[in-house]
């Protein structure tokens, strides 16, 4: 008989029903909680999260003198009685250049009661710009349960094997990756089915093998690790068997590489936007492939070049709050990504929809207008045998360089295809150059992007 998902009973012989830790006991109850509450109107939600927003901002003021002059310029902020969502809106937003110069000025000279302990984690870096950031157990275990709430959505099972590529040398100290309290399995709260990890910086060729040996379930990491290993895949015809599910997260997961896992593996894609120093965004919604934001945690704000909110169908900078974190408040921080808002999702949850994660604006492209436009990738360059890897950079306002990663060399008609697929593409207004480079370069997280800009 199938174990069923049930949470971790510490008395002996007492299976169900569980009784708990006290740890666990925090995290199911912030799961249940966080089970109801995802079914709430929106307008329900704003009003919760103002709530708490107020108390995070009282807070910050009277311990954290960073926050204190910051608020000292918003008179009315003081007189105010109650945190209403205009009032919300005239907080100057926080780049991550003065999350940077500010550095442990951010960080509270003590922790509230009741917060636990205190815990660091590190950026990975792949802006070129990474940071330290400090959260409390109780911020902790919010994510936690968020990510027991997702779990629970996309009806994994607890029992599965799951198999994590990163670049594991700089995970996050924070509890944050899989892995629950007491450092087993991968679900908090809950027994599960073992948790493997690898090196997201080993060959292609490697991780397929230890994939194919370790035989996981299910299997987390980044998009463009998880299209390396899919065209792989697709070219020797080794495969992994017994895989069901793929999650993917830390980078903008493009409609070409859900489609290639449904066709090479047979196996859907569930994705989450996340960032180590805010924790969870948005995570995939169980019915649609668009994100739900995770209001219980987070405050996520997609606004113009004006700072007004973008409606649906409008894109814009996303900008974030985190609701629990009183180690280091980040408030209204830029953090540096654009998003396109949706409409109302069908499924019933009152979360707010975001329709595409869009990336930064290194991911934008420069025309020779004047214009940036988010560029639309050449698909059929994978369509091409020979190309392992390749990367669009834009060099100038009038050249693109394609960067590939050959299995053998391009032969002129080849060439000539791949710059007419670019100019097809971005904009015939471009002129086309190929740079043949034995590995497209990734960042120390192992991170690859299709499309950068160095203007």
Request: charged share 20%; net charge negative.
């Amino acid at each position: 008989m199938k174990r069923p998902n049930m949470a971790r009973s510490v008395v002996e012989g007492l299976f169900w029903p569980a009784f708990t830790s006290p740890h666990s006991s925090h995290l199911l109850s912030l799961a249940h909680q966080m089970e109801l509450s995802q079914w709430w109107s929106a307008d329900t939600l704003r009003t919760f999260q103002l709530f708490q927003l107020e108390k995070l901002l009282n807070y910050a003021d009277r311990n954290i003198p960073y926050w204190n002059s910051r608020f000292a310029t918003i008179p009315e902020l003081a007189e105010a009685t109650a945190l209403t969502d205009e009032l919300w809106q005239r907080l100057p937003v926080l780049t991550r250049d003065q999350v940077q110069l500010a550095g442990a000025a951010l960080r509270s000279p003590r922790l509230p009661s009741g917060h636990g302990d205190l815990f660091t984690a590190r950026t990975s870096g792949s802006t070129g710009r990474p940071l330290t950031s400090w959260h409390t157990r109780a911020s902790i275990q919010i994510t936690q349960a968020l990510r027991l709430r997702h779990y629970v959505a996309h009806r994994l099972p607890f029992s599965s094997k799951l198999a994590d590529i990163r670049a594991v040398d700089i995970r996050p100290k924070s509890g944050w990756v899989p892995g629950d309290a007491s450092g087993s399995g991968w679900v908090p709260g809950y027994p599960s089915g073992p948790f493997v990890q690898l090196d997201v910086r080993r060959p292609a060729a490697e991780q397929l093998d230890w994939l194919a040996t370790e035989a996981p379930d299910l299997l987390l990491t980044h998009p463009s690790n998880l299209e390396i290993l899919l065209e792989h895949s697709a070219r020797t015809g080794q495969t992994i068997p017994g895989l069901k599910t793929v999650t993917t997260f830390g980078e903008v997961l493009l409609p070409r590489v859900r489609q290639a896992c449904r066709q090479i593996w047979a196996t859907s894609v569930v994705d989450v936007y996340s960032a180590v120093e805010v924790s969870i965004l948005a995570a995939q919604c169980p019915e649609h492939e668009h994100y739900h934001v995770q209001s219980e945690g987070v405050l996520v704000e997609v606004v113009d070049e004006e700072g007004r909110r973008c409606g649906p169908g409008g894109v814009g900078r996303v900008v974030v709050t985190p609701l629990h974190n009183f180690a280091m408040p980040l408030i209204r921080y830029e953090i540096g990504d654009y998003a396109e808002v949706g409409d109302p999702c069908p499924c019933g949850r009152g979360l707010p929809v975001l329709r595409r994660i869009l990336g930064r604006p290194r991911n934008m492209l420069l025309m020779p207008t004047g214009e940036r436009v988010w560029p639309v990738h050449p698909d059929g360059l994978a369509e091409i045998g020979k190309i392992r890897q390749f990367r669009l950079v834009q060099v100038s306002v009038a050249e693109i360089r394609v960067d590939l990663a050959l299995y053998e060399p391009l032969t002129q008609d080849e060439e000539e295809q791949v710059r007419s697929m670019i100019e097809h593409s971005l904009s015939p207004h471009f002129q086309v150059s190929l740079s043949v480079v034995d590995e497209v370069a990734s960042s120390q997280a192992g991170k690859r992007e299709d499309f950068v800009s160095e203007l």
